[in-house]
């Protein structure tokens, strides 16, 4: 899973071996610490292209979470992808 973020919005993709992998969902948190989640503020599902976006987002730290489709893992065996990742809208 690959993200960046731009202005006021977090925008990612889920890959396998170079291929979009749709239908994962990736869930937002507000950022209490680099490894701490606080509040739930939603989640986006990778499209058909594995692209996903959350837009209008105020400056500030959060946590985004891929949730892998039942039955499949990512790298490294979990159904959990974790990352930190910091906005300045």
Not at 18 to 24: E, K, S
Not at 71 to 78: A, C, E, T
Request: charge should be negative.
């Amino acid at each position: 899973m690959s993200y960046g973020a731009a202005g006021a919005e977090i925008r990612g993709d889920v890959t396998a071996a170079g291929a979009p992998v749709p239908d994962v969902q990736v869930d937002l948190f507000i950022a209490l610490s680099a490894q701490q989640r606080g509040e739930f503020l939603g989640y986006a599902t990778s499209g058909a292209n594995g692209a996903w976006t959350f837009g209008a987002l105020d400056s500030g730290c959060y946590i985004i979470v891929g949730v892998a489709p039942e039955g499949r893992v990512f790298i490294g065996g979990s159904r959990f992808k974790q990352r930190h990742i910091c906005n300045d809208a």
